[in-house]
């Protein structure tokens, strides 16, 4: 009812209506907004951190941010957020395998290259940062240890612009 009484449309929009996700992408905006800014107003000296979606392969090789997963299906816009200042921290949650490089590997699915996906999402991430902060998200419960650590290292690693992330967070289960 609030997207046809803003847009004046009277129909039902189906998922993949291309105004109806701006529309949606902009209320998750909002409440991230509205967070930032009453938290800052009650205490300034916190921090607002999130943890974000990094499905599928990164921006730079799906056509840009807006063609990514996290925009597209999740509506999550946390490059915006970044660039607004309405987000301090970003966490991706850059679960993938290091193991999965292509081909046909037992527990890889679609034959897709995980760890270079890993790559360029933390790539993206450290490059859009906007004088905020990103920690790469890892999740050390579909690596082995020495993979892992491979994928810290990474994290903590500059990108090839030189940006460096301001740490790492191990997810596991």
Known sequence: ARFQALTGRTDKPLPDDAQWSEWRRDQITGIVRRVYLETYAIKPGLRISADTITYGDGPDQTGGWEQSRPYREVLQDWRAWMEEGILDLNIPMNYKREFCTGGPIPGCFGGFSQRDWYEHWNAFAKDHQY???????????????????????????????????????????
Do not use: F
């Open 131 to 173: 004088r905020r902060a990103t920690a790469i998200g890892s999740a050390i419960y579909l690596n082995s240890v020495p993979d892992s650590v491979i994928q810290v290292r990474k994290a903590l690693a500059p990108s090839a612009a030189g940006n460096p992330s301001h740490g790492w967070v191990g997810y596991s289960y």
